[in-house]
């Protein structure tokens, strides 16, 4: 069982920069594969970015050269960099551990935290 808190989120202008914070409790940390997701009203929860131990960072291409992923398997933490921040960036963005273990597939969601960007 893995729990996840988000911290970070906010009210920024766009071009602006907000960092995103997902602490992780439970034991095994390092073997889950670390995603953001987001979920703007009215439309699908959809992967931003994910990164498993030791791997290369995915982003999906609205993000790229934006959003910057990154995690601290000693401190079970999870990070996304958001710079260049635009409108449509804005979404409840959700943290997400997920593995596979024996055949089973074991996923986990955080409460997310709201991002706004609005002049």
């Known amino acids: 069982q893995v729990q996840l808190v988000e911290s970070g989120g906010g009210l920024v202008q766009p071009g602006g920069s907000l960092r995103l914070s997902c602490a992780a409790s439970g034991s095994s940390f390092s073997t889950y594969a670390m995603a953001w997701y987001r979920q703007a009203p009215g439309k699908q929860r959809d992967l931003v970015a994910t990164?498993?131990?030791?791997?290369?960072?995915y982003y999906v291409d609205s993000v790229k050269g934006r959003f910057t992923i990154s995690r601290d398997n000693a401190k079970k933490t999870v990070s996304l960099q958001m710079i260049s921040l635009k409108p449509e960036d804005t979404a409840v963005y959700f943290c997400?551990?997920?593995?596979?273990?024996?055949?089973?597939?074991?996923?986990?969601w955080g409460q997310g935290t709201q991002v706004t960007v609005s002049s």
């Open positions: 997400n551990a997920a593995r596979l273990r024996d055949g089973e597939y074991y996923q986990y």
């Open positions: 990164l498993v131990s030791g791997g290369t960072p």
